[in-house]
């Protein structure tokens, strides 16, 4: 889950690399490495760190020019995370240079060989293995890169997307892909290589994605050629014309990602649903699930994979799903599921949920369980994803490029999406009255409204930050379908502020967590009207005789939590299962503010990366 970034073509390759890896900073900022070819020769700057870190060192140390340039921004797997393990890496020779996302799992053995030859090794990185594994094919059998890389490729066993440029063959970046992404951007005489289209959206509109286990030679002047790495048969590429702009991936004013992408939420919702819902005809139209509604509507189970946050969309889904398409669900971690011996049937529709649609183990579940005969669905966000190509069918959730690496608006965009898909199989199974399926649609159009109004809460979120700021941990409580949202909540503390934080179920805390509560202890209860009020106001009483401080996240106009609790935050109401898209909110705010009090990376929170290409 690195981010790889290279260019050729007429201008100048610097300023391109370094923000096209500024822009993939969201995959990992553990270092960041740039090489850069002048003409005559390779010029390489990296450093443990931030991007910024590297342009600080770039500006003392090595000069900018030239039209031909790669960088890397790491996520530390094999080795820590210092500047010499930063990529990019020199073969031996000092003649080839390369960046790698992934992991080379046999390096090992691959390294003993390459010593057993002479070769020598500064990092302790499989990437080095892999350069010079490239130089020994070159050395040995005499064949031009393109070819050398092939043929090195075919001995590794793991994932990568990777670019290698040869001094002597200045022209051209030779690209491979397995299991990591990476895109070509084609200009006018120029191509950007990246993990995603970001660093080239200012552009070009043109991208060709690779596959798995395809590589290109990337060269001036000349058409991309695609080969499949086994067998170099030719493929035909596919031009992708991208839809993204540059706006939708800077801050527009915003001080962080973060903020801008939860204030972003009222949109991404209805651009989500818009197309889809067509309220006066009293329909839903999703192309992924009418083309196969028998197939989905008649499934025996639903078994949704998930990691992180979309995993917790998957909760909250499996609460839509039984409550209005009466099919029964299971919410799986992608890494658990795919290392049991799962049963599944060709009866069973197996839902993938992923933002970046990368994710490693979301991804090996989905093959699994096509493997095994169940239909694959996805969920995803960024469009043409190794997910979404990789399922059957699938519905995107539209929210728009996610930077941030805390997710938000991708979390309520898939149960906008998952909700719209349970409306529309209760509908076509008859296990929803059309009057309740209006009224879900009108509701639904009514919460891009309401999400604006919980925002209005910020100002109190604030103060109430301010006092919570320096708890060592907090407890979040929710039933029902707010379990879910306690779980995120949680989350987004954790991942931000690196406060200790945990969700229950409100009615668990009885079994274990209520031996932790002091008055030290910060506890936020989700205690909207719709959804087992009564009870979740009977455990914020023993919460508070116990003399935790309760934070209620309550429906507006709420008067007997006021009366309990230390602070109240007011949403608007709404029809219970869609609570989690307004509950959600004052969450996500609250750990963004106490992030931000604690001075913390709100955008790129230590050791964590948005895109998690890796098992
Ligand atoms: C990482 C990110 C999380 C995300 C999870 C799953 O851990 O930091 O924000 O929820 O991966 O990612 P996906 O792209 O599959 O939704």
Redesign the pocket.
Known sequence: MCGIVGYIGHREAYPIVLKGLQRLEYRGYDSAGIALYDGKDLKMSKTKGKVADLKKRLENEISTNGTVGIGHTRWATHGEPNDVNSHPHYSNSGDLVIIHNGIIENYDALKKELKKRGYTFKSETDTEVLVNLIEDVIKKEDVKLGKAVQIALNQTVGAYAIAVFNKKKPDEIVVARLGSPLAIGVGEDEFFVASDASPFIEFTNNAIYLEDGEMAVVRRHKEVKIRKIKDDSLVDPYMHELQLNLEQIEKGGYEHFMLKEIHEQPNAISDTYRGRMLVEKGLIRMAGVDDNMERIANAKRFIIV???????AGLVAEYIFEDIARIPVEVEY?SEFRYRNPVISENDVVIA???????AD?MAAIKLAKEKGAFAFGV???VGSS?SRETNAGAYTHAGPEIG???TK??TT?ITVLTLMALKLGKFKGTISNSDFQFYLQEMERIPGKIKKALESDELIQKIAFTYKDAPNCLYLGRGYNFPVALEGA?KLK?ISYIHAEGYPAAEMKHGPIALIDEQMPVVVIATKKGHYEKVVSNIQEIKSRKGKIIAVVTEGDEEVRELADHVIEVPETIESLTPLLTTIPLQLLSYHIAVLLGKNVDQPRN?????TVE
């Open positions: 998930a990691c992180g946050t979309s995993w917790h992608a949920i992923s933002q970046s649609g990368e994710t979301t995803c966000n960024v997910i690496v805390a997710s991708a979390f898939q989350l991942e964590l990366a948005k895109s998690v």
